[in-house]
Structure formats: structure tokens, C-alpha cells
């Protein structure tokens, strides 16, 4: 009897300590997501085809924010000229399509979409709801590619995946320090470290 009251304290422990990881983990998502503005690509599907088309749209469409897209000091702003440059960026968008010889439709929206855990280089972002400039080529049912467009941690080096310094200290700016230190996490055991601490 000794053994099973002590088996289920421990178990108790384990479970209390999981749901309080869990809404801590809600918590710094929920916070990162009011402070970033995701970019979001998707593939009419997942042939070799329709992959390198999608890479070629991204690539296009980011040029095309690089010149266009002001200098921006809030989530906000950027988001605002996002969703009042639709039409342009379907625009950009479609040209390289018919470029390529395909005939897809181009739909680009900002809204909500559900990521999952996304990591590039020492960068995590958590899974949960982010809001997104959303690029969907044909039917949308390819692998997709994204980006963080404000604070800008795009990348232009696909190979290496890589969110430059710079893009770093933008996103130190304007995160919590613990959730700064929660996305920059570079291994599991750290991670883990950061949410029993």
C-alpha cells in the first residue's frame, strides 16, 4: 500500500508539473504571436515541379517587399500594409506563375493560420496560431515555406537556413526576455531546462 500511495505522488508530481509546463508554453506562444508577423508560402502540391515554383514565387514576392514594404518599427504596421497590398502581391505573384508556364490561381490573404514547430538555426518558434501573409498557389496542398516578416527574420539562404544576427536583436527587441530566451533555445535539454526552471 506504501508503494502505490508513493507511485502516485510521484505520478501526481509528474502530472501537475506537465500542466504547468503546458500553460507556461501556451503563455510565451500566445505572447510571441501578438509580437510577430509570420510570411507563409504554399506549394499547389508536392511534386518537383510545383516545389521550385513555389521557391520561385517566394523568392519574387520577397524581392518585391524588399523594395515596396517601408521600414517598419511595429507588428502592426507591417501587418497593415500586408493586408492593404493583397492585390499587388497576388499580382507578383500570378506573373511568375504564367513565367513558368502554369495557369494556377493566386490567392494571398492575411489570417490566421495554425504552424507547427518551426526551427531554423537557433531559432524555434513554438507550434500555435499566428497571424500570416498568406501565399497559396493552385490548391494549396503542397509543403510550404515560411518566414517571420516583422521583427524580418527572412532569409535568403535557403541551404543553410540561417536567421542572421541582425534579425535576432529585432526579435530581442521587442519579446519578453523569456520568451526571447524560449525561441533562441538551441537543444532540447535547454528547452526543457528553460520550463522547469
Given amino acids: 500500500m506504501k508503494k502505490v500511495c508513493i507511485l502516485a505522488g510521484i505520478l501526481m508530481a509528474f502530472l501537475v508539473t506537465g500542466i504547468a ?16 508577423f509570420r510570411f507563409h508560402v504554399l506549394a499547389n502540391s508536392d511534386s518537383k515541379a510545383d516545389q521550385e515554383l513555389k521557391l520561385k514565387v517566394k ?17 502592426d504596421t507591417t501587418k497593415e500594409w500586408a493586408k492593404s497590398h493583397t492585390k499587388e502581391l497576388e ?21 490566421f493560420c495554425n504552424f507547427p514547430d518551426k526551427s531554423y538555426g537557433d531559432v524555434t518558434f513554438p507550434a500555435g496560431r499566428y497571424e500570416a501573409l498568406r501565399i497559396e498557389i493552385g490548391e494549396g496542398g503542397g509543403q510550404n515555406w515560411w518566414c517571420v516578416l516583422y521583427p524580418n527574420l527572412c532569409f535568403f539562404d535557403a541551404v543553410h537556413a540561417v536567421v542572421p544576427d541582425e534579425g535576432k536583436e529585432d526579435l530581442k527587441k521587442v519579446l519578453e526576455e523569456d520568451t526571447y530566451e524560449m525561441v533562441t533555445s538551441t537543444s532540447r535539454f535547454r528547452i526543457k531546462w528553460f520550463f522547469f526552471r
Fill in 21 to 36: 509546463v503546458n500553460v507556461k508554453k501556451d503563455k510565451m506562444q500566445k505572447e510571441l504571436a501578438e509580437q510577430v
Fill in 59 to 75: 523568392d519574387r514576392i520577397l524581392s518585391y517587399m524588399k523594395e515596396e514594404l517601408p521600414e517598419s518599427d511595429s507588428v
Fill in 91 to 111: 499580382e507578383v505573384a500570378t506573373e511568375v506563375v504564367r513565367e513558368e508556364g502554369y495557369d494556377y490561381r493566386v490567392k494571398a490573404s492575411v489570417l
